[in-house]
């Protein structure tokens, strides 16, 4: 069975973000425990819950990268799709192409640093280790705010190019999420963990549903 591009998209968009909400956003939490500490990363508490947790803790970073990597490859993919000349929008595509390029490999950075400090924990070498965690928890600084950014963008095309009133709501129901997400990020609000969660969740289902709709068209 060939694999069309557009498939591809659809199922990175679709599976990525899932899989990201399903390992970092609830069984991390629950196998491993969270190691902030009043909305800061504790690098101590980090190392501490994943030693507790053993090996589990770093297949979950793992995992939960790939997904990531494969949600954020999706959105590549998409805006590369809407970002054909003299389509509405499609400079912004373009732009958000390369945010997502670059919002990958901050990830991939991250969590190497992360993945790194419990295998130096593992084997002992504590010292190591607490610089890693330190530098991985006080890493990403400007994760939420190329995140906005990238997704943001993409939502320009999607409003005008939107074949119909779905597409166009689920445009401007992503540019909003982002909107809120980056005026967060930028003056650092404490919304508390209900609110990111609904605009966590929000921003899943937008851009899950339009993976589906994308795949529809095949």
């Not at 947790?53 to 949600?71: D, H, R, T």
């Not at 003299?86 to 901050?106: D, H, K, R």
Request: charge should be negative; charged fraction near 10%; glycine fraction near 12%.
């Amino acid at each position: 069975m060939s694999l069309s591009t557009r498939k591809l998209t659809s199922y990175l968009m679709i599976a990525g973000p899932i899989g990201v909400f399903a390992i970092w956003g609830i069984l991390t939490e629950a196998i491993v425990g969270s190691s902030d500490v009043d909305g800061i990363g504790n690098a101590g508490l980090f190392l501490q819950n994943a030693n507790s947790a053993g090996s589990i803790a770093g297949l979950l970073e793992i995992f939960g990268l790939l997904f990531f990597v494969a949600q954020m490859f999706g959105l590549v993919l998409f805006a590369r799709q809407l970002s054909s000349e003299g389509q509405s929008g499609s400079a912004f595509a373009n732009i958000a192409a390369l945010l997502g390029i670059v919002s990958s490999a901050s990830i991939i950075i991250g969590t190497d640093f992360g993945v790194a400090a419990m295998k130096a924990g593992d084997n002992g070498v504590m010292e190591d280790a607490m610089v890693l965690a330190q530098v991985y928890s006080n890493s990403g600084a400007l994760f939420g705010i190329f995140i906005a950014l990238s997704f943001g963008m993409v939502s320009i095309p999607m409003i005008g190019q939107a074949s119909t009133s779905l597409k166009k709501y689920l445009g401007f129901a992503l540019g909003i999420l982002c909107t809120v997400l980056f005026i967060i990020e930028l003056f650092r609000l404490d919304i508390g963990d209900i609110v990111q969660f609904i605009v966590w969740i929000g921003f899943t289902l937008v851009f899950v549903t339009a993976g589906f709709l994308n795949l529809k068209e095949e």
